[in-house]
């Protein structure tokens, strides 16, 4: 057996779902694979979970265990991937320190690779979606929450303690410039951020003004503002002013050209179009280009599996 | 006479003066040379200063001009250090695509480089600064207007076209959301900058409350909050808040452990004081260290010599 055969698996731990896809070594996905994670945040749980599917998809492609060469995964945290830990996740799983990378190993028996799950859909965004070929760009994740994976000169920028591009906590015109408690939603998540749209959604709902529920989800509001109520128009008008800034100060900051929108808010085209009509009435001599994620939920997969093929290239246990 | 042998100059042009300082390949300054360039616009003119600045720092040292190996300058504008080209300053220089590097090689006839002066004075402050050591950090130079020296893994970081840290631009809470046109201050230069300060206190200004002149540069109004003026100090307050807010975005962004600030007024230490004590406010995660500039005025020329050290040693002509 040549040692260029074999094949990886790409993993993302999210906080509702875990994903595996199954892909060779030139990065072409031959199967996936998904389980709830609802409810688990024992990390222990969750690397027994990707034990169970890696062996799943290789049974049900008939390939040996000796054909895995290496796993990656992408975790929902911020990520010493040298260390091969993952030093913090927000409280809905908090982790704290968890050794992945070896519990991982442990489990697998072949060289893991660990990295922020927002960073992997930025490598993949960047290998294989819509930033290919861009030295410079920054891929936003919002979900529930904001964050960015910043790529310059052609690779990741990690930043001092690992938590570059955790811009939840911006500070732009209009965000409360309030200092945010541990655990506490940052100044820019919480107008941006799914959380925060709903929240928004909720404190300016008034049962005179619209005949929609109370209870509404982000990307509801934003289909709502879409057809032409008045108060998710609202919402969707202050999110969107204010990620623009948000990425107006980064396209400053970086000089950077290329902004791609990611996670299931990111992904909504009310969201895009509103931020990218904000963004085109500032000054002209910052205007990034704003695109949408062309991988969709599948970027963060997709990023773990380029960073196994990596991974098995570079790392030996 | 052996290839480690000889001098470089470095220079610093500037608005109000040119300086010049010749060094051997150690980097150990042996004189310095300055020149005023009040009404000075036409590069050629600079050229020539520079060029004859060169040769009176050789001949009052006795050295030969066979030992000059290179020199280096720092330009008060975006700058394309490949190409070796100015691409644009501020209205008051007024250089378009200035081939600033061909210039100084045609006249003294050694290898040159050029670099933005903000950049100059961050390479200073890493190497002999207050930064040395650091893998990650923001030179901040405050002075009539407000730039940043980014050095990310060790590295000057330039961006997509030379303009990464044309911080002026940014806009966090109280700075005004006005798209700005071309050759205004920026959003946050008019607040922070020499200028905007100047600005600030003599829109504040009111007889009845100082019986301080309305005429005041920033440096002044400084001295004056800390003497206790009640005006300069609402102007010091406005200034640091808005300064610590841009610092907190850029050391959120880019996990930025320490900001080193510089120039004529963020030398001030009423500046420096007040923007720390604001930064100390926020989040206990995000709090990133302020220092001053070791070298003060001094940066950008030390910085111009590392840099012609380099250039001796890169670039043939």
Redesign the interface.
């Known amino acids: 057996m040549a040692p260029e055969t074999g094949y990886v698996v790409g993993a993302d731990i999210g906080g509702t779902s875990l994903r595996l896809a199954l892909a060779g070594l030139d990065g072409k996905v031959l199967a996936k694979w998904k389980v709830s994670t609802a409810g688990i945040r024992d990390p222990r749980v969750v690397v027994r979970l990707i034990h169970e599917g890696v062996e799943e998809l290789l049974k049900e492609n008939f390939l040996s265990r000796g054909l895995l060469r290496a796993v990656a995964a992408g975790a929902p945290g911020v990520t010493d991937v040298d260390a091969g830990v993952v030093i913090a996740t927000s409280y809905l799983m908090g982790w704290r320190d968890v050794p992945l990378r070896s519990m991982l190993e442990a489990a697998l028996g072949v060289p893991a690779g660990i990295e922020n799950d927002v960073n992997t859909a930025a490598i993949a965004e960047s290998k294989i979606g819509a930033a290919q070929g861009m030295?410079?760009f920054v891929f936003l994740a919002v979900g529930t929450g904001i964050g960015?994976g910043?790529v310059?000169?052609g690779r990741l920028?990690?930043?001092?303690?690992?938590?570059?591009?955790?811009?939840g906590?911006?500070?732009?015109?209009?965000?409360s410039?309030k200092?945010?408690?541990?655990g506490e939603p940052g100044a820019l998540e919480s107008i941006v951020g799914g959380e925060g749209i709903k929240a928004q959604w909720q404190s300016l709902w008034d049962k005179d003004r619209t005949q929609l529920p109370k209870d509404l989800v982000a990307t509801q509001i934003f289909d709502h503002a879409l057809a032409g109520d008045a108060i998710a128009q609202e919402v969707l008008h202050k999110s969107a002013q204010t990620l623009a800034?948000a990425i107006?100060?980064?396209a400053?900051?970086?000089?950077?050209?290329l902004f791609v929108m990611g996670g299931s808010v990111g992904m909504h085209p009310a969201l895009w179009e509103s931020t990218q009509a904000m963004l085109a009435?500032?000054?002209?001599?910052?205007q990034p280009k704003l695109l949408r994620s062309i991988l969709g939920p599948d970027a963060q997969v997709n990023g773990a599996i380029h960073l196994a093929i990596e991974t098995a290239s570079t790392r030996v246990i």
Chains 1, 2 share one sequence.
């Open positions: 030295r410079d960015a910043i310059l000169n920028f990690h930043g001092m303690n690992w938590s570059a591009g955790e811009i906590y911006l500070l732009v015109p209009g965000t410039v200092p945010v408690e541990s800034y107006y100060n980064m400053v900051v970086l000089n950077c050209p009435q500032r000054d002209k001599r910052v």
